[in-house]
């Protein structure tokens, strides 16, 4: 058991949000709901206040307090993702379930959670000693919004961006 939990501040939706993360993210799962023994000024007396959840193994507990507090990017998910195909699922579930698109591999869930979707091909550059293909992949990563496997790698072959 960890000693450390995310605690994660809704206006209204953890429970929502929990069940999305479960089902989009391996690794993740849904525990208990608790709820408010009395009215407090974010909910009524037995409206869900908290729900338990883990994010790709990473313990979460999802507090719905009220509309006092917004996320923002100064916190985010980072998702590694193996290829094309995993980095398009997460980024297209969770833009196409409400959220926003954002640059460089970012984006938002309709909560306002940031999430970076990152494929290893990327990760792999930027810290893998060859300063100049890392520059050439950051370089094409600045034009994107959701990461293009297929760019970066030519980009780090040195193969110029856009290029058939």
Same mark, same amino acid.
Not at 103 to 111: L, S, T
Not at 120 to 139: C, H, N, P, Q, S
């Given at each position: ?9 809704? *206006?209204?939706?953890?429970? !929502? &949000?929990?069940?999305?993360?479960? &089902? ?48 923002? @990017? ?11 195909? @995993? ?6 579930? +969770? ?5 926003? /698109? ?14 970076? +979707? ?29 990461? *293009?496997?297929?760019?970066? @790698?030519?980009?780090?072959?040195? /193969? !110029?961006?856009?290029?058939?």
């Amino acid at each position: 058991m960890t000693k450390a939990t995310l605690c994660l501040w809704y *206006d209204k939706d953890a429970e !929502e &949000a929990a069940n999305f993360y479960a &089902a989009t993210f391996p690794d993740s799962h849904v525990g208990a709901a608790h709820r408010a023994p009395a009215d407090n000024p974010s909910s009524p007396e037995g409206a869900v206040l908290t729900v338990e959840f883990t994010v790709l193994g990473f313990p979460c507990i999802g507090l719905n307090g009220g509309s006092t507090f917004k996320h923002s @990017e100064a916190f985010s998910f980072q998702i590694d993702t193996r290829d094309q195909e @995993e980095t398009d699922r997460y980024w297209n579930a +969770i833009v196409g379930n409400g959220g926003q /698109e954002s640059m460089c591999g970012w984006c938002k869930d309709k909560w306002g959670i940031s999430w970076q +979707i990152t494929p290893r091909a990327l990760t792999e550059v930027m810290t893998g000693g060859d300063k100049a293909a890392a520059k050439r992949a950051f370089e094409a990563m600045m034009t994107m919004k959701k990461i *293009d496997v297929a760019t970066i @790698e030519a980009a780090i072959r040195g /193969e !110029e961006v856009g290029a058939a």
